[in-house]
Every structure is written in structure tokens, then in C-alpha cells.
């Protein structure tokens, strides 16, 4: 079992900055890839970023050169930098972390913190 709390979410204004933090606790050891999340009212779930075990990094074209995702082994924690920050940024931001059992993996997914950012 994993459980992952995200923190960091809240109002900023177009231009701005935010930074999300997701701490991990539980069987981190078996976390495989682990990432951000978004869900905009009325819109799918979507990919933010990722990163894996092996520090390969994943971004929506959407957020590539504004957003910085990072990975602290030692801290089990891992961080969502948003900067320059537009109205199309607000949403839920949900960490999301793969967990592998086995031979099979599985999704945890954290409680969600909303980021509005105004414009």
C-alpha cells in the first residue's frame, strides 16, 4: 500500500507561480514511475508530468518549458514547479504514482488540491 497527499495547490494570478509537493508514504520502495495530474471541471483527467524510477521525465505539451517536476528518493516526496501560470493551468492536480506488485502494476492516486489561477 501506498498513500500519497499532495499540498501546494491555491489562487494565484495569470503569470504567476505555484509549487506542489506529494509525499509518499507506505511501500515507497515500489513505486515505479510517479507524477502529476490534472481534471478541469467538464475535461478528462490528464497527464501532467512524470517522472520515473529511472528519471525519465514525461510533459504535456501544454505545460513544457513553464512546469518542473523533481524527485527527492530521500524525502519519498515529489514536486510540481508551475511557473508562468495562465487561466487554462486551473484544475485539481492529483499525484498519481504506479506501484508495482509482481508482476503487475497499479495506480494510487493522491486526494487531489486545486490551483485556479486568475486572470
Known amino acids: 500500500q501506498v498513500q500519497l497527499v499532495e499540498s501546494g495547490g491555491g489562487l494565484v494570478q495569470s503569470g504567476g507561480s505555484l509549487r506542489l509537493s506529494c509525499a509518499a508514504s507506505?511501500?515507497?520502495?515500489?513505486?515505479?514511475?510517479i507524477g502529476w495530474y490534472r481534471q478541469a471541471p467538464g475535461k478528462q483527467r490528464e497527464l501532467v508530468a512524470a517522472?520515473?524510477?529511472?528519471?525519465?521525465?514525461n510533459y504535456a505539451d501544454s505545460v513544457k518549458g513553464r512546469f518542473t517536476i523533481s524527485r527527492d528518493n530521500a524525502k519519498n516526496t515529489v514536486y510540481l514547479q508551475m511557473n508562468s501560470l495562465k487561466p487554462e493551468d486551473t484544475a485539481v492536480y492529483y499525484c498519481?504514482?504506479?506501484?508495482?506488485?509482481?508482476?503487475?502494476?497499479?495506480?494510487?492516486w493522491g486526494q487531489g488540491t486545486q490551483v485556479t489561477v486568475s486572470s
Open positions: 498519481n504514482a504506479g506501484v508495482v506488485v509482481g508482476q503487475n502494476e497499479y495506480d494510487y
Open positions: 507506505g511501500s515507497t520502495f515500489s513505486i515505479n514511475a
Open positions: 517522472i520515473s524510477s529511472g528519471g525519465s521525465i
